[in-house]
C-alpha cells in the first residue's frame, strides 16, 4: 500500500478525497489535517463516512508529514498552499496541490490574477495535471497542479476543435453553471441557504473569473496561438456538479456525425471522457455526480455555423478529488481507473 496524506481533509475537497481513498485498494491514508477539527477522529468529524477509518486528524506538521506518507494531497485556499506544498517538494515528497498555486507557468500571469508567489521558481517544474493532455508527464512528475473545476469541464470540451483547427480562436464563449460547493466550506453570506435557493446567478463575469487566465494558458498551448475567452461562471442552486455550454464559431461548413465521430475519436482511450451520440439525450448533472466521468455532447448549429458543446462533471471529482486520484494512479503506475470506477446516484 501507497502511504498518503491529505492537507486539509475537512475541506470539501479533502473530505471527497477521504471519501474516494476509502475504497482505493493501493493507498492507505496515513496522515490528514485539518486545525479546526485536530485531535478528533476522522469517522466521527465526517459522519457520512460513519465506517471510515479511525485515524485521527492533526495540526499540519512538516515533519510528520514528510515521514508519514509518500504522497501529500494539499487541499488548503490558494495562496495557502504554496509554501507547504514547496517544502514537501524540497523534502523530495510527491505532491498534488489542489489550488491554483502551481497551475499558471508565467509568474507574470500568476501575479496579475493571484498576487506574488512566493516559490515562482516552480512554477516551470509542476505539470498541469490534466491527464487528458499531460498524462506522460504527470506520470514522472514530482509535483501537479491539480486544474481548476471550471477549466477542466472547458477544457475537455474544447480539446478536439482546437486540436484540429475548426474554430475560430477569438470569439469562443464558455457559459458555466457550477453547484455550490465550488466555493468551498467556508461560509459565506451570498451562499447562504435562502441567498441560493430558488435562485440563479451570474457572478465574475466579463473577463474577471480567475479561472481564465488558466483556461487560456492550456487552450493556447493546444493550438501554439492565444486564444480568448469569454467566460460565464453561474452559480446553481445544487450543491455539486457543474454544466458548461461552449459555442464557438466554424471556420466551414460541417457534418454534425463527423463532429461527433471527431470527439469519439479523441476520447476514445480516455477511461474519464465519454462523447454522446447524436441520437443520445444530451448530458445532465444527475449523469455525473458523484463519479469521476466528464460527459460531452458536441453538436452543429447549421443555422448560425456555430458548434455548440455541452460538458458536464462533478465539480468534486472529475473537477478535484477524483482527478487527483486519476493523477496519483498515473504517478504511482496503478490503474488509472483504479478507486474511481463508481456510478452516479440517479434520480
Ligand atoms: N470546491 C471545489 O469544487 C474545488 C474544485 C477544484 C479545486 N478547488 C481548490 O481546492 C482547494 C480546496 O478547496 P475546498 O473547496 O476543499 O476548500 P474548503 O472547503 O474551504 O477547505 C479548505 C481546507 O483547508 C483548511 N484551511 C483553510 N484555511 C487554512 C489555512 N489558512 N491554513 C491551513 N489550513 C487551512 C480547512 O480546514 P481547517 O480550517 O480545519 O484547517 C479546510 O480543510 C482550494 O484551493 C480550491 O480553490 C476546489
Known amino acids: 500500500m501507497t502511504r498518503v496524506g491529505i492537507i486539509g481533509a475537512t475541506g470539501y475537497t479533502g ?10 485498494p493501493k493507498a492507505e491514508l496515513a496522515y490528514a489535517t485539518s486545525r479546526r477539527w485536530s485531535g478528533q477522529a476522522i469517522c466521527d468529524v465526517m459522519p457520512h463516512l460513519y465506517n471510515a477509518q479511525e485515524l485521527v486528524l492533526s495540526e499540519f506538521d512538516m515533519k510528520e ?11 488548503l485556499p490558494h495562496g495557502e ?3 507547504i506544498s514547496a517544502d514537501l517538494y524540497k523534502k523530495g515528497k510527491r505532491v498534488i496541490d489542489l489550488s491554483a498555486d502551481f497551475r499558471l507557468r508565467d509568474p507574470e500571469v500568476f501575479s496579475k490574477w493571484y498576487g506574488e508567489h512566493t516559490q515562482p521558481e516552480l512554477l516551470s517544474e509542476a505539470v498541469y495535471g ?18 481548476g473545476c471550471y477549466p477542466v469541464s472547458v477544457i475537455l470540451a474544447l480539446i478536439p476543435l482546437l486540436e484540429e483547427g475548426l474554430v475560430g480562436l477569438d470569439s469562443i464563449v464558455a457559459d458555466s453553471k457550477s453547484g455550490v460547493s465550488g466555493a468551498g466550506r467556508e461560509p459565506k453570506p451570498n451562499l447562504h441557504f435562502p441567498e441560493v435557493y430558488s435562485n440563479f446567478s451570474a457572478y465574475s463575469i466579463a473577463g474577471t473569473h480567475r479561472h481564465i487566465c488558466e483556461m487560456e494558458q492550456e487552450l493556447g498551448g493546444i493550438c501554439q496561438i492565444d486564444v480568448k475567452l469569454t ?13 458548461t455550454s461552449i459555442y464557438a464559431s466554424s471556420l466551414d461548413d460541417m457534418d454534425e456525425g463527423s463532429l461527433v465521430e471527431l470527439y469519439r475519436k479523441r476520447y ?5 471522457v465519454t462523447v454522446r451520440d447524436l441520437s443520445a439525450p444530451l448530458p445532465c448533472l444527475k449523469d455525473v455526480c458523484g463519479t469521476n466521468q466528464c460527459i460531452l455532447a458536441p453538436r452543429y448549429d447549421k443555422r448560425t455555423g456555430k458548434v455548440v458543446v455541452i460538458s458536464v462533471l462533478d465539480n468534486l471529482v472529475k473537477g ?11 504517478m504511482f503506475g496503478f490503474g488509472e481507473d483504479v478507486g474511481l470506477a463508481d456510478f452516479p446516484l440517479y434520480p
Open 320 to 330: 478535484a478529488a477524483g482527478l487527483a486520484v486519476q493523477n496519483m494512479n498515473l
Open 65 to 75: 508529514a514528510v515521514s508519514a506518507a509518500e504522497l501529500l494531497f494539499v487541499c
Open 130 to 147: 490534466l491527464p487528458e493532455l499531460y498524462r506522460e508527464e504527470i506520470a514522472d512528475a514530482t509535483l501537479v497542479a491539480n486544474p
Open 81 to 83: 498552499s504554496m509554501n
Open 15 to 24: 473530505m471527497e478525497l477521504v471519501r474516494i481513498l476509502q475504497n482505493h
Open 268 to 272: 476514445l482511450a480516455e477511461p474519464f
Open 231 to 243: 467566460f460565464t461562471p453561474h452559480l446553481l442552486p445544487v450543491s455539486r456538479g457543474i454544466l
